[in-house]
């Protein structure tokens, strides 16, 4: 080693070739900060592609298959038992809401995709309460809905020919709506659309049919559609308004008294021929036995008993010429319409000659009718538990 190399060497300075080495490792340097700064640029933008993937699986998956991810819905059949109910003007969001949250689906979006996919059928679902399991798959939830046939409604069936009280009973045990609430509502007559001719009474205008009611609806919501119906009935059949209850009148006693369709017109005209002539046969007297069992409030016999027939109220028709004052029962849409619409005849009387299957006989003269009455009195007495 030379004087000179040493004392480059101890006062610091590089050898000749040192500039060389050092720009050779600031190379390898720089070299190493670019793989590092791709390598983290590869990792972010496959963090991010996995990220996105992730998230944007479920809407890709439905886009292109058309259903919905297994994240979303549940693997079915479902299991145990749910009521769902479908309220009137529901929408398939407030419909897919109502399903999650009693579990019957596992998400909104698995509902909605199953509608989506089938709108007809979505658009006919009825409002109504529903069985369903827990644990659904959304598919299989939409289809039962589909169908009208799973539906729990509770049904109210009214017949022909009820008087009031009845009605409210009927009603009351089918909807669990107490028979105090419809006495309660029955009061307050002008909020249920009862025509003024009425004259504040409900006999005649609870129209008889099906109606699905729940505890849910009030009795008054009830009995207005009910009122609603008869007037709907009463226009049906080209009635006018000023002749409404005179029509439910007539009626109500041809519900009373006939037991098949085929009579009802006739019945009708027996009851007009009586009132447009007080000087006939009857002397404008109707004498019609369901006007008197409508007095006593009781059924289940033909006929009625002399006493019942000498009573003072206005509907007793054996001593009051003319209609009664209102309607006895609830008349269905075949009495009104024969009210309306009476055949042509001469008859003033008419007999069910056997009640079991409604056969009715009718007559012009009294001897006539007096023939028909000794028949229904022979079917009484082989049927003394009915007269």
């Not at 009148?249 to 002539?277: F, Q």
């Not at 209609?323 to 029962?329: D, M, R, T, V, Y």
Request: a neutral charge; one cysteine or more; charged letters at 25%.
């Amino acid at each position: 080693m030379s004087q000179n190399h040493l004392d480059t060497t101890i006062f610091g300075e590089p050898p000749p070739d040192e500039p060389r080495r050092r720009r050779h490792r600031r190379r390898r340097r720089g070299k190493g900060r670019r793989i590092v700064t791709i390598l983290v640029a590869v990792v972010l933008v496959g963090g991010a592609a996995a990220t996105a993937f992730t998230l944007l699986k479920p809407l890709v998956s439905s886009l292109v298959g058309g259903g919905t991810s297994e994240a979303e819905d549940f693997p079915g059949p479902g299991e145990g038992e749910v009521q769902v109910t479908v309220k009137a003007g529901d929408s398939g969001e407030a419909i897919a809401t109502a399903l999650k949250a009693a579990g019957v689906v596992k998400t909104r979006t698995a509902y909605l995709n199953a509608s989506a996919a089938d709108p007809e059928q979505s658009a006919k679902i009825q409002a109504g309460t529903y069985s369903l399991r827990k644990g659904m798959t959304a598919a299989d939830a939409f289809a039962m809905l589909s169908d009208p046939g799973n539906r729990a409604v509770l049904r109210a069936t009214i017949p022909e020919g009820l008087w009031v009280n009845e009605i409210f009973a009927r009603l009351s045990k089918a909807t669990g709506v107490p028979v105090k609430d419809y006495q309660a509502a029955a009061k307050n007559t002008a909020a249920l659309g009862l025509p003024e001719s009425a004259k504040g009474r409900l006999d005649g205008y609870l129209f008889p049919s099906s109606y699905e009611f729940d505890d849910k609806v009030p009795a008054a919501t009830q009995l207005k559609q009910m009122v609603a119906m008869t007037l709907a009935e009463l226009k049906k059949a080209g009635v006018q308004p000023g002749d409404y209850n005179r029509i439910l009148t007539v009626a109500s006693i041809i519900e009373g008294e006939v037991n098949g369709d085929a009579d009802r017109a006739k019945v009708a005209r027996v009851i007009e021929n009586r009132l447009d002539d007080p000087n006939g046969p009857t002397i404008g007297r109707l004498q019609m036995d369901s006007t008197v069992h409508y007095i006593e409030q009781k059924r289940g016999r033909a006929g009625t008993s002399n006493e019942a027939r000498n009573s003072d109220s206005p509907y007793n028709t054996y001593k009051v010429q003319g209609l009664p004052p209102g309607p006895i029962n609830s008349p269905g849409a075949a009495s009104i319409e024969a009210a309306a619409a009476p055949a042509d005849g001469p008859w003033f009387y008419f007999v069910a000659v056997n009640p079991d299957t409604g056969e009715t006989k009718f007559a012009v003269t009294q001897a006539e009718h007096d023939a028909n009455v000794r028949e229904f009195n022979e079917w009484c007495s082989n049927n003394k538990d009915k007269c």
